[in-house]
């Protein structure tokens, strides 16, 4: 079974691949494969000022098979983008995202919007696909109504001629976040794309509805489950002790990755071009150990907060994750985060003797 984790913005970075991507080989069992997608990125915002989204493609040799996810809806933005992907970087797939259904996103025809000119759609895709080398994907909405969905269904065959992998959003762009799950749509999908890997992203709570719900298809992506639980992914319980290490790894290689980009880690290419230096995962690895051993040198990171989003999720249903849930806002810098979760640990630990 392939099990993909889902792209997703200021989620799925570099420090939390590589967590995901850990837990997942030690527990993986046989003929299971992990992809995992960079953060998406704007191509119009690569193309003209690429210092402020360079960063969404910070990758390390860890990541062999790594997809880049761009969005955007000018032709020419688009294709040169991924063109630069191609000759600049060693990504496994290049990718265009067609999913987001924002109606600011639909006015200006990226995104969801792209699905509206279905024609001029498929000759982007075209005209890319046949502008690199790296394989070149695709993921999109299910349709935009359910007016839509025989036109849909046809745009998507004909688009498979032009991608190696389509990646199906189950929901419409009318449905947005909620609404009913059209399973014969895209069962029948690969039928009629057998050669076209298909990967079906619909809601997934648990190891087990990947196993439930896949069917004939290629894999099945999981999104918002794995904020914070990358046991998603594999089919086993985690101790209270593999919990924190993963929790104190997953923030060390978070402040490191932060620490990283301070240093600007970029190249100007003869082009003109800003270009991101990669790390070896050693390097980042030499760098978090650097923070973990002298927390007091790191103050003024960003991470400590922006790491909330999945340390709520890391210790929910833990004993007193209630009382210390109320104290982590106040932790703002790397040493004070550090300090209460071993205060946490700690109490956890001792209740349980």
């Excluded at 850990?22 to 494969?33: N, T, V």
């Excluded at 993921?139 to 498979?160: G, I, Y």
């Excluded at 929901?171 to 749509?185: A, I, L, N």
């Excluded at 918002?224 to 998603?232: D, F, K």
Aim: proline fraction near 4%; aromatic fraction near 14%.
């Amino acid at each position: 079974m392939k099990i993909w984790l889902a792209p997703m913005d200021w989620v799925t970075d570099c420090a939390y691949r590589i967590i995901c991507k850990e837990i997942f080989l030690r527990y993986q069992k046989p003929h299971e494969s992990l992809m995992l997608w960079t953060e998406f990125m704007s191509a119009d915002g690569y193309m003209h000022n690429p210092v402020w989204v360079v960063k969404h493609l910070l990758q390390t040799d860890y990541e062999s098979e790594l997809i880049a996810q761009i969005f955007w809806w000018n032709v020419e933005t688009l294709v040169a983008c991924a063109q630069s992907l191609d000759q600049h970087y060693s990504f496994g797939w290049i990718e265009l995202n067609m999913w987001c259904p924002s109606p600011k996103i639909m006015k200006c025809e990226a995104w969801s919007g792209m699905l509206k000119n279905k024609e001029k759609t498929l000759q982007i895709l075209k005209q890319i696909a046949q502008s690199i080398t790296t394989p070149f994907s695709l993921k999109t909405r299910a349709w935009l109504t359910e007016a839509d969905k025989e036109e849909q269904f046809a745009f998507l065959v004909e688009a498979s001629k032009y991608v190696w992998m389509i990646g199906v959003h189950w929901r419409t762009y009318k449905q947005s976040h909620s609404g009913e799950v059209d399973r014969p749509f895209i069962y029948k999908l690969k039928q009629a794309c057998s050669d076209t890997v298909i990967i079906w992203n619909w809601w997934i709570r648990t190891y087990q509805d990947c196993a439930d719900r896949i069917g004939p298809l290629d894999g099945v992506m999981i999104a918002q489950a794995a904020i914070g639980n990358p046991r998603v992914l594999v089919e086993t319980t985690p101790s209270v002790e593999e919990r924190f290490a993963v929790i104190f790894r997953h923030l060390a290689l978070a402040m490191a990755q932060e620490q990283y980009f301070k240093e600007r880690a970029l190249s100007t290419e003869k082009t003109g071009h800003t270009i991101l230096i990669q790390p070896t995962l050693h390097q980042l690895e030499n760098r978090a150990d650097h923070i973990h051993a002298h927390p007091e040198k790191y103050d003024g990171y960003y991470t400590p907060r922006e790491f909330r989003k999945y340390l709520f999720n890391y210790i929910s249903g833990l004993e007193y994750n209630k009382e210390i849930k109320k104290r982590i806002p106040a932790a703002k810098e790397y040493a004070e985060l550090r300090v209460l979760l071993e205060e946490f640990y700690g109490l956890i630990t001792k209740s349980v003797s």
